[in-house]
């Protein structure tokens, strides 16, 4: 399922650019490459879609997503207005979304891939550093 979830990805994010100025497709890759099993993977590839794209929960059935796997992605989509640690919170909640969500802060945190970090960059840095903590224990 990861091979769909890629191409799904690939698809989803074309043309996005992300902090650094690279094509946003690279995060999720990094993601992925950062986890151990299908599903992780999966939900590595995937985990922005609902939030950053106009993909639904019901196109990623319709393309062969399971259930299990939209469920860990839209508990990964933060709502609009949650607050962070309400959001963190809510991730702990779900192992799957929460090993993404791992790693997804673990690549958020390399500061090389931003060409100048701003004080913002590193505040942003220390607010997922908390997070990371709070996951991981």
């Known amino acids: 399922m990861a091979n769909i979830a890629l191409e799904i990805a690939i698809s989803a994010h074309k043309g996005q650019k992300d902090l650094g100025g690279r094509d946003y497709i690279e995060h999720p890759k990094a993601v992925a490459n950062l986890l151990e099993t ?6 590595g590839y995937l985990h922005d879609v609902l939030e950053d794209t106009s993909i639904t929960e019901e196109d990623l059935v319709t393309m062969g997503i399971s259930s299990e796997i939209v469920s860990a992605i839209k508990v990964l989509t933060k709502k609009r207005g949650e607050p962070y640690t309400e959001y963190i ?5 779900n192992e799957l979304a929460r ?5 997804d802060l673990q690549h958020n945190m390399d500061l090389s891939r931003i060409p100048n970090p701003t004080k913002r960059d590193f505040e942003r840095l220390e607010k997922y ?3 990371l903590m709070y996951l991981k224990f």
């Open 38 to 43: 299908d599903e992780e993977k999966t939900v």
């Open 89 to 93: 919170e809510r991730v702990k909640e």
């Open 99 to 103: 090993k993404v969500k791992i790693a």
């Open 129 to 131: 550093k908390k997070a």
